[in-house]
């Protein structure tokens, strides 16, 4: 099938915004041969514009990019590897997976310019739509499900986090960052843009070394995937590669970084590029009924999770 874009997509090189829609259509294209499920793109998003647009005029655009701003100075090398020391000791909550899913509900994400609505609605959305193209693969609907669940670290009793540190997109630090990141002109006040041992192609890091290896930004990706490997989840590979680099839009859309991939990371990414569709543009105004789906996530989740998880 085709992937209906009405709009062209906006995206970032240098300070310059690029209109890049042949190409982007092109990149939908060669996917939906391989690996697209049925999913029909809207044209636009809960706001009426087109998605992930930062430039278009939103209520939300300017603390969009103050976000991002403040992100890109504070995020170092030094400050997400020292959260995933802080956050890998799973100290702070014992709980299951839902009750983190209603726990969510109380948050908005401010680095969203297509989202106003609750996060589990965002989750139930992501996940029953890839359910009834992917029937199947209920590894992949429990990933939808809980790939946000690491947002928790903006309620007090998980760190109260900012939401700088806690959303918005990712990239690998300890090498220099892409121009392919939202907002790139912000990165000049990071610590790691001036520091030499920090900011080549490879930085601290081999060619092909394998993304496992890599230290992202710190945010809810990451801490997700640390709970739910430390919890001996039984999810597959490409599932947890899903959850880590799902916010990695540098990769996923714009290509940036491949050379730190591994041959294990191409499969991971073929999924990961199925899942965006569906939590990218699964986002509208149309509610899921949380008591008619709850039995079968329940169930999922007894299946992948057996026992309550360490937060
Ligand atoms: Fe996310
Ligand atoms: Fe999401």
Known sequence: MTVIVAEPVISVHGNDFEIKNNEYEKEKEEL??????????????????????????????????????????????????????????????????????????????????????????HLLQTAEAIRRDYPNEDWLHLTALIHDLGKVMLHPSFGEEPQWSTVGDTFPLGCAFNEAIVHPQYFKENPDYNNPKYNTKLGVYSENCGLDNVTMSWGHDEYMYLVAKANKTTLPHVGLFIIRFHSFYALHRSNAY?????????????????????????????????????????SLIKKYFPEKLRW
């Open 32 to 121: 939906d041969l391989k690996l697209d499920g049925g999913f029909v793109v809207p044209d636009s998003n809960a706001f009426g514009h087109s998605f992930r647009d930062y430039e278009k005029e939103s209520e939300r655009k300017d603390a969009v990019e103050q976000f991002y701003k403040t992100n890109h100075i504070n995020q170092t090398y030094e400050f997400a590897n020292k959260k995933k020391e802080d956050y890998g000791k799973l100290q702070k909550a014992v709980m299951s997976i839902w009750e983190c899913c209603e726990l969510l509900n109380e948050f908005v994400d401010e680095s969203d310019p297509d989202l106003d609505e609750p996060q589990i609605e």
């Open 258 to 298: 491949t050379y730190l991939m591994n041959e294990e990371d191409d499969e991971g990414l073929k999924w990961l590029r199925v899942f965006n569709k569906y939590d990218l543009y699964s986002k509208s105004k149309v509610r899921v009924n949380q008591e008619d789906v709850k039995p079968y996530y329940i």
